[in-house]
């Protein structure tokens, strides 16, 4: 197997230094090699998504060799961040994977969801002969993500944790999703801290990120570096969305991510249901993924503003659909309703085969609740397009389709500026990443201008040197 950099570990570094695998230019596929005395560690492992161009990264031979690395070190579990795991090992890494106990057990639900998803979308594609590939095959396999699993290892918030030849690394709750962390790695009196997807401050169901006290160099996300969450009332847009739409007869198809995006929207609904704000409608959540990752919510109540009666209440009136025979029959149902299905910005997963069923119909609703990346059939639909293709044919778009921003679980700008401010001295560098090129360079600009602090954003495959 050949690899685009050198292969042979690398000789003893008396400097720190970090190269840019993967989150920039765009919000998916964060990888952050960083190499210090003598030791290899990858900051992320996650999939690109959205644009074909992006996408083709993941089938190709990653920019080092997997076999030298000597850990991986997980923000958190979502896909972007972790769904390259399979293929490292695959390609020979055999190191650990360290990451929060939370996201270790998420990683169990989502790494061989996305397995099963690969494998089943690729034996679609040959059933129905839409692929451009004889036959077309899965990016990896259930068998790849198990493998991947038997490496990974939960640890500790708080605790600095050795890991070989003066390097060590922290994990603080950072408030974007159930396990996520910003994480510290510091060698001697040098600390380069990664803050990972930064939750917001008011988060409805996840507590405030920590405050970073201490950083030498900043690796920052920028999903919003360019926007502010409106002002807007989210528990009302989500009420006028669901009573229109009720009223049309119609249901409202909910795209949201498995884990995190998927319990807050259960959580407003049962709000909203309470408070009288919306009447009793059937509700769906047409994802195992999502239904085994809430019932981790009950086991990591410390992380949630919420309580274990609240969260169950929650669920009590919602069906999960877990069988492929189920999920068809909702398809035949008729409104109202709502369907909450994975995935979040409609690339894959069971939300396509609900798209295909009611996007036609102007009397539904395509509900987003978060950041749609360029390139993915979320962010064409938000766009306008009238069209979309799925499962190799176009389907019209008549239903009404809307975005309430409100919902991310991403702190906007000015949210991630109020974070920073906690930091006692500015960094000597602050890097922009996993970011959209506007709202990279627009998060460089507010911190430049407001804090005063040296910015970049970083090319892909760009290394850095930390004195």
């Avoid at 964060?30 to 998504?49: H, I, M, N, P």
């Avoid at 493998?147 to 060590?168: E, I, M, N």
């Avoid at 847009?237 to 795209?255: D, F, K, M, S, Y």
Wanted: with cysteine; net charge positive; hydrophobic share 40%.
């Amino acid at each position: 197997m050949r690899y685009a950099r050198a292969s042979a570990p690398p000789t003893k570094l008396l400097r720190m230094k970090i190269t840019f695998c993967g989150a920039t230019g765009t919000v998916t596929g964060s990888k952050y090699l960083v190499e210090a005395a003598g030791t290899r560690v990858l900051v992320d492992c996650g999939l690109f998504q959205g644009y074909k161009q992006l996408r083709l990264r993941n089938w190709a031979h990653p920019p080092f060799d997997p076999r030298t690395l000597d850990a991986v070190l997980l923000t958190h579990a979502h896909i972007d961040h972790s769904g390259y795991l399979p293929l490292l090992v695959r390609g020979g890494f055999k190191g650990r994977v360290l990451c929060s106990h939370a996201t270790r057990d998420l990683l169990g639900i989502l790494l061989p969801d996305a397995a099963h998803l690969q494998e089943e979308e690729a034996r679609y594609a040959n059933l129905r002969g839409f692929s451009k590939h004889h036959p077309a095959l899965p990016l990896y396999t259930l068998a790849d993500a198990q493998q991947a699993l038997r490496q990974v290892k939960g640890v500790g918030y708080g605790k600095d944790l050795d890991l070989g030849k003066g390097l060590s690394f922290r994990l603080t709750p950072n408030g974007h999703i159930l396990g996520s962390a910003y994480l510290s790695l510091k060698q001697g009196q040098r600390e380069l801290v990664f803050s990972g997807d930064l939750g917001r401050p008011h988060d409805s169901l996840m507590q405030a990120p920590r405050p970073v006290v201490r950083a030498d160099y900043l690796v920052l996300e920028s999903t919003y570096g360019d926007r502010l969450h409106a002002p807007d009332d989210a528990d009302r847009q989500l009420a006028e969305v669901v009573g229109r739409t009720a009223a049309r007869g119609g249901v409202v198809v909910i795209p949201a991510f498995a884990v995190g995006r998927a319990q807050a929207v259960l959580h407003r609904l049962y709000r909203l249901t309470q408070a009288g704000r919306i009447g009793k409608i059937p509700t769906f959540v047409n994802s195992p993924m999502a239904a085994n990752a809430t019932s981790l919510y009950r086991r990591n109540l410390g992380e949630l503003r919420i309580g274990a009666e609240e969260l169950d209440a929650m669920c009590s009136d919602v069906r999960f659909v877990q069988s492929p025979e189920e999920s068809m029959r909702l398809n035949e149902r008729d409104g109202p309703m709502v369907i909450i299905s994975a995935s979040g910005m409609a690339t894959g997963g069971r939300v396509l085969h609900h798209l295909k069923r009611f996007a036609p119909d102007p009397r539904n609703t395509i509900l987003f609740a978060g950041f749609q990346a360029g390139g993915t059939r979320g962010a064409a639909m938000l766009a306008g397009e009238k069209s979309i293709k799925l499962h190799g044919q176009f389907v019209p778009v008549n239903a009404e389709v809307c975005n309430l921003d409100n919902l991310s679980s991403h702190a906007d700008y000015a949210e991630i500026l109020d974070w920073l401010r906690g930091i006692g001295t500015p960094p000597r560098q602050v890097f922009i990443v996993h970011g959209e090129p506007a709202a990279a360079d627009a998060m460089r600009r507010h911190i430049q201008e407001t804090l005063g602090w040296n910015c970049r954003v970083p090319e892909y495959l760009e290394t850095a040197s930390l004195g």
